[in-house]
């Protein structure tokens, strides 16, 4: 798992580290030195601590203008034993929710188990935002990770499934990703069963 760095092409237009409106503002960041871990498994520097100490992400891009941030996420998602959706909504999204950030977007093909627990935070979540036309997406789940997420009725307040996943999200640019995810939360087109056809 050390290997695996959070998605680093769109640093020239967009650091976490940078934004003053980040809750990682001012972060730095070590090439050489591993301190967090999930479980023993020691995770690549780049990625955030933000109070799970089995879920880590990065803020990969956000557009306060537009009001969506894209996150990318490694690890196992807790809810059962960890309450991670507390400490996602309390110390990231909270905050970006201040800033103007409605939408958002989820990378999870690292997550590599979640585990269900109460859906209060995700429904708090999906309150603090519908009125602003906000929206939340999970892209490129694993299956089991997708099944676990439906057993626990979470389709009530975010966006996943088999419309979300095998996207190839690498070569584009924020902007499209986001504007085709918006038609698709939104019905304008059903789904993109061959990834992003629509943006060639």
């Known amino acids: 798992m050390q290997d695996i760095e959070p998605y680093y092409r769109w640093?020239?237009?967009?650091?976490?580290?940078?934004d003053v409106n980040s809750p990682f503002y001012g972060r730095e960041y070590s090439e050489?030195?591993?301190?967090?871990?999930?479980?023993?498994?020691?995770?690549?520097?780049?990625?955030?601590?933000f109070g799970s100490h089995t879920l880590y992400l990065k803020v990969l891009f956000a557009d306060y203008d537009e009001g969506y941030a894209i996150i990318e996420m490694i690890g196992e998602w807790n809810?059962?034993?960890?309450?991670?959706s507390i400490f996602l909504k309390r110390d990231l999204i909270d905050f970006m929710i201040e800033k103007g950030i409605y939408r958002y977007i989820f990378i999870?093909?690292?997550v590599l188990n979640f585990h269900s627990g109460d859906n209060d935070y995700y429904e708090e979540w999906y309150e603090d935002i519908k009125d602003e036309d906000g929206w939340i997406v999970m892209i490129n789940t694993l299956q089991h990770?997708?099944?676990?997420?439906?057993?626990?009725?979470l389709q009530y307040y975010l966006n996943f499934?088999?419309?979300?996943?095998?996207?190839?999200?690498r070569p584009y640019k924020p902007a499209d990703i986001y504007q085709i995810l918006d038609k698709m939360v939104n019905g304008k087109i059903v789904q993109l069963p061959q990834g992003w056809d629509l943006l060639e």
């Open 11 to 18: 640093r020239d237009d967009y650091v976490a580290a940078e």
């Open 32 to 49: 050489f030195y591993y301190v967090n871990k999930i479980y023993n498994f020691y995770i690549h520097p780049q990625w955030d601590f």
């Open 79 to 84: 809810d059962c034993l960890y309450d991670d």
């Open 108 to 110: 999870c093909e690292n």
């Open 145 to 153: 990770v997708y099944e676990e997420m439906k057993d626990n009725k």
């Open 161 to 169: 499934g088999l419309e979300f996943n095998n996207i190839n999200w």
